[in-house]
């Protein structure tokens, strides 16, 4: 008897210490400064212990019964801990009060738990004994649970259900406390049905902890997030701050609403404005709508073909009421065409030619992407260029992937293009560069659309003036059976971030 | 940054993730295993309800028969017919296709060739392979090429270098410093026949040449092994040390290949039959081929073939069951080779560099994989088909021949899967079918002696006005020597033909 007594002193031990470990942990990890974060976090589990302690005190009649129910407090609060922390942080402004909250309420907790189990037992033991025994059987239960959290418990089930494990371990001990204790409890039948209703309630915690991670996912960004979906192709996520709307698409910022006007305005109008007469205008990537949002402003300009290969994120930029106020619903213009597609065999299928392309793609930060900065690509493009009209490549930073930039300019050259390099600063994205292809020299337009908040037709010429720090270096054009451009790309960034 | 910061909270929040594994599919392919031992056991076949005259017949619809026939077509003659006794021609260069992607049965690349291959160069240039000196960029073999799964990780490339060891740096560099010595020699070309000669090297294995030259590193062992298994179906043990050398010596250093497409080589295959297939006769079993005078009759189904001259472009071992009289060509070897294909619904996790066109695993007794939507120009791919290699190389070919039909198709896919498995832990939730084509004779094997060996020399004379013209006249099976055979024993008939 005695022995297995103690094996529930152990378990709740662990319990107990798990708990702290996950607060410790959670709050290092989304906080920072783990040392601090530790510290202020042991502190104030101890102290909350100790005044559990205290006040198990006030604890006078019914000392199964309240033991029991502690148990099931600790296992349903210390069990969703993990799980509330992250979407705490995910979705409130309060992360460390409620940190903090839950810390002290489960220490308070803990804390009762020790102080009530020796009083159920004194009468079956030695008082010498019995302190010898629980405390040992404490500092055991400790010692296991602080080498179960880093080498099982955190890398095979992961933070939210190594706290849910243990709340169910929790009201697994309270359930068979009423088994143990049961000449000295009374109205047992309830008590017990309270421990099934939590442990159920933990299982069903468990089953869901994958959607309960998706949810914590957004705690990525720094701001509030606004929307989020995880489509076939890729992440889509806006967040919010102030009046800065931010979209990302699998993690990777495509633009923030205070500066995605310079960006636009220098991706389309330095090559449109200068094609007199463009007719037919082709975007390829761009599902945002704000590119088409600028080609709009060029009344010539009959019809507009979009290609975006997901669906989702046409749609969204179709319909979100911040968004089409923000694109002006150009995606929802007569003139433009939306195509759901895969770029490179959109462009092989077609027969058509256009007098102006925007290639808009995200950055070449895998194979996948390099495919569609090579020469194969850029050779399909011309032919679907019309004699004297213009493309104009998103080409990364010149400035912090300088020789990423170069060599897609040098892959536009093997493909036969003169090229026209330019850059701008957007500060959310810092130094950013486009290159501008065509069959024939390129004169700068001699006007831009009116309305424009940054660029002027005397600027447009400047663009294409580099700093010494970003002139051209050596680079191989990217082809697909090289792919050396997701090779420069990530050196560049890897100078950077390192 | 935001990298790892996302890998942790991934490792950490998510754990273990639902493990279910997808009810696998496929069988067996029709491999021809049926008719091919009729034959041998010289079983009674219809007699020929009408005959048809005709001055040539090419026996054999893979590289070896359809370039006799691309030849022979290019030249403006087109008295003749090929005969093949499966449903579908491209024997070696076969391939297939589902709802994802064509995908090939065997052969999936031709490296990039060099001058003096000048018969492939040809035939690239008319399929518009090679352009005004120029390899189209959609048939060269997107980046990356190739992978190695090594202790866990896939590194780039297949010479392993993850923890090589400067004794193993060492190794490979005067390995290769050694091969750029042979190939100054000018005796290790493509095609064969224009270089070879009589060799002290024909007379041991590679991997005895490996010993004499006290090259000691595991790893290079290790590479040579593999690519005698991956070109000859043979151990580094069992393979001529010539054609050992001729493997790595024969190809141009700064090659930017190799080409290949979605269903490997049966491209080529499917471009030869768009030009020659009103010649073709498929699912058409030659089984007799008997003398008249200075006539050949050849039997095939209910037709029978009365020709001037017969092109055997089919494995040479085949032609004693069909004919009298014909050489012995008992020396020769072949390796038995099975092949897969894997239908993913989804794309395997794997740890290390990103999956390459050709994935191999260290130390497996298979070859790995070739991915069939490599050369696709989608950046999303979603789904796949893999091709899975296996030459049964340890042993002796005939008990693996034999292994080859004994075990059923639940072995074997079990086998293909926990070999996959080493490196893909959740690949039983990937795959949803296997489709496993079992070859007795995929190629000849190239053991020590071949180079001079009679049964090669009397295969290249022919007999009378019959000729070989399969790939195993080189003692090996690449497309370039098959390719060559067919050509000039399509040159020989048509210079006999004008006589």
């Given at each position: ?6 094996i ?21 990890y989304?906080l ?18 100790g005044?559990?302690?205290?006040l198990?005190?006030y ?15 600790v296992?349903m609060?210390?069990g969703?801990?993990?799980a509330?922390l ?6 409130t ?10 810390v002290a ?34 500092y ?11 080498i099982l418990?955190?890398p ?15 009201a697994?001990v ?7 204790f049961r ?5 047992r ?6 421990c ?9 915690g468990?089953?869901?902890?994958e959607k309960?991670?998706?949810a ?15 489509t076939?192709?890729q ?6 701050w102030?009046?800065d709307?931010r ?16 960006y ?18 082709l ?24 290609v975006?290969?997901d669906?989702e994120m ?15 619903r150009?995606l929802?213009?007569?003139r433009v ?8 065999p ?5 027969e058509?030619?256009y007098d ?7 950055d070449p ?9 090579t020469?194969?690509?850029y ?10 009209g ?13 020789q ?8 536009l ?18 130094e950013w560069g486009?290159?501008l292809?065509?069959?024939y ?10 309305g ?10 400047q ?6 720090d970003?002139?051209p270096?050596?680079?191989?054009p990217?082809?697909l059976?090289?792919?050396v451009l997701?090779?420069?790309?990530e050196h ?7 | ?5 996302r890998?942790?909270l991934?490792a ?11 009810p ?10 049926n ?21 040539v017949?090419?026996?054999?619809g ?10 022979l ?7 003749f017919?090929l005969?093949?006794m499966?449903?579908h ?14 995908y090939?049965?065997a ?16 035939l690239?240039?008319e399929l518009?392979?090679?352009?005004n000196?120029?390899w ?5 073999c997107f980046?990356p090429?190739?992978?190695l ?13 993850t ?9 490979f560099?005067?390995f290769a ?13 493509i095609?064969?026949?224009l270089?070879?000669?009589?060799s002290q090297?024909?007379r041991?294995s ?14 290079l ?17 069992d393979?001529?040390?010539w ?10 250093p700064?090659e930017?290949?190799p080409l290949?497409w979605?269903?490997?080589?049966g491209w ?18 030659v ?6 005078g200075?006539k ?8 029978e073939?009365?020709?001037d ?13 069909l ?5 012995s ?5 072949y390796s038995p ?7 993913l ?5 794997d ?5 390459a066109?050709?994935n191999?695993?260290?130390d ?15 950046t ?18 005939a008990a ?14 079990d086998?293909i ?5 080493r490196?893909?832990p959740?690949?039983r ?8 084509l079992?070859l ?5 094997r190239p ?7 009679d049964?090669?020399r ?5 007999s009378g006005n ?5 790939a ?6 690449i ?9 000039q ?5 048509l ?5």
């Open positions: 008897m005695p022995v297995v007594l103690f529930s002193v152990a378990l709740i031990a662990a319990c107990g210490l798990i708990y702290e470990l996950v607060a410790g942990t959670l709050a290092s989304l920072g400064d783990s040392v601090f974060q530790f510290s202020t976090v042991i502190g104030s589990y101890l102290f909350a212990m005044v559990g302690s205290y198990s005190r604890v006078t009649r019914g000392l199964v019964a309240r033991f029991i129910s502690i148990e099931l407090l296992g609060v210390g969703f801990s993990s509330a992250f979407l705490a942080f995910a979705y402004q309060g992360f460390r009060l409620i940190l903090y909250v839950v309420v489960i220490g308070v907790l803990v804390g009762l738990e020790i102080p009530l189990l020796m009083r159920i037992l004194k009468s079956r033991l030695q008082f010498r004994e019995l302190v010898a025994h629980v405390l040992t059987f404490d055991l239960g400790a010692l296991a649970a602080s080498l179960l959290f880093p418990l955190v095979k089930l992961g933070m939210v259900r190594s706290a849910l494990l243990f709340g169910i371990v929790n697994g309270a359930l068979w406390s009423t088994f143990l000449d000295q409890l009374g109205g039948s309830l008590l017990r049905a309270a099934v209703a939590v442990l159920a309630l933990l299982s069903t468990m089953a869901a902890s309960i991670t998706q914590a996912d957004n705690s990525l960004y720094a701001d509030e997030v606004i929307f989020s979906r995880n076939r192709y992440r889509i996520v806006l967040t919010k102030k009046d709307v979209l990302f698409l699998s993690s990777h910022l495509q633009f923030s609403s205070r500066d995605e006007y310079r636009h305005e220098a991706l389309v109008h330095p090559g449109l404005a200068a094609i007199p007469g463009a007719r037919r205008v975007v390829l990537g761009g599902g945002d709508g704000l590119a088409v949002r600028e080609i709009l402003k060029y009344p010539d300009v009959q019809s507009i073909t979009l975006d290969l669906p046409t749609r969204l930029f179709s319909t979100h009421p911040y968004l089409v106020t923000l694109n002006q150009s929802t213009n007569a065409h939306i195509m759901n597609s895969d770029a490179f959109w462009l092989q299928q077609t058509d030619v102006f392309v925007v290639v808009d793609f995200p930060t895998n194979y996948s992407l390099g495919k569609l900065y020469t194969a690509f050779r399909l493009l011309a032919r679907h260029l019309s004699v004297q213009l493309a104009v490549v998103q080409s990364t930073s010149p400035l912090f992937a300088r990423s930039y170069w060599c897609i300019v040098e892959t050259k093997h493909a036969g293009f003169k090229t026209h390099p330019y850059h701008l600063y957007v500060p959310s994205f810092g486009f290159v292809a065509g069959l020299p390129y004169d700068p337009p001699v006007s831009v659309p009116g424009l908040r940054y660029l002027s037709a005397a600027l447009v010429p663009l294409f003036q580099f700093p010494v970003m002139l270096v050596d680079a191989e990217n082809r059976n090289n792919q997701v090779r420069y790309y560049d960034w890897r100078e950077i971030t390192h | 940054m935001n990298g790892s910061r890998q942790f991934s950490a929040l998510v754990g273990l993730s639902r493990k279910t594994d997808r696998i599919a496929g069988g067996f392919m029709n491999d021809g295993h008719s091919g031992h009729q034959l041998r056991d010289r079983r009674s076949f219809s007699a020929a309800k009408h005959a048809v005259k005709i001055p017949v090419i026996v054999g893979g590289i070896a028969g359809l370039s006799a026939a691309w030849r077509n290019k030249r403006g003659f087109r008295d017919t005969l093949e499966a449903e021609a491209g024997g070696n260069a076969r391939w297939g296709e589902n709802e994802i992607s064509t090939p049965w052969a999936h690349y031709v490296p990039v060739p060099g001058k003096k291959a000048a018969l492939v160069r040809e690239f240039e518009g392979v090679l352009c000196g120029v189209e960029e959609r048939y060269l980046s090429q190739e992978r799964y090594l202790h866990g990780r896939w590194q780039e490339g297949i010479e392993p270098v923890a090589a060891t400067a004794r193993d740096c060492e190794d560099t005067r410093a050694r091969i750029n010595e042979f190939r100054a020699t000018g005796q290790f070309t095609p064969m026949e270089g070879a000669k009589a090297l024909d041991i590679i991997a005895e040449w490996l010993k004499q030259e006290r090259f000691t590193s595991p790893y062992h290790w590479y040579v092994n593999y690519a005698c298994r991956d070109d000859y179906g043979a151990l580094s043990a393979t001529s040390a054609a050992g050398v001729h493997y790595f010596a024969s190809r141009e700064d930017k290949g290949t979605p269903e490997g080589n080529i295959t499917r471009r030869l039959l768009e030009r020659l297939s009103p010649h073709v006769r498929t699912g058409a079993m089984h007799r081929i008997a003398r008249q200075r050949l009759r050849v039997f095939a189904g209910e037709t073939y009365i020709a001259f017969v092109i055997f472009a089919a494995p040479s071992f085949l032609a004693p069951h004919s009298e009289g014909l050489p060509v008992g020396g020769l070897s080779w099975l092949t897969a294909n894997l239908t619904e989804r794309l395997p996790g740890a290390g560099v990103e999956p066109w050709d191999v695993i260290f497996s007794p298979a070859l790995g994989y070739v991915v069939a939507t490599h050369q696709s120009l989608r999303h791919i979603e789904r796949s088909v893999w091709t899975f290699y296996w030459a049964l190389a340890r042993g002796s070919p693996n021949r034999g292994m080859l039909l004994d075990k059923d198709w639940h072995y074997w896919k086998a899967l926990a070999d996959l498995e490196a893909h959740d690949i939730q990937c795959v949803s079918r296997i489709d496993i079992r007795g004779h995929a190629m000849a053991v020590p002696g071949f180079l001079e060996s049964e090669r009397r295969l290249i004379a022919g019959l000729w070989f013209a399969n195993d006249l080189s003692g090996f099976s497309f370039e020597e098959a390719q060559y055979r067919g050509v024993v399509a040159e020989r008939a210079r006999a033909l004008s006589r």
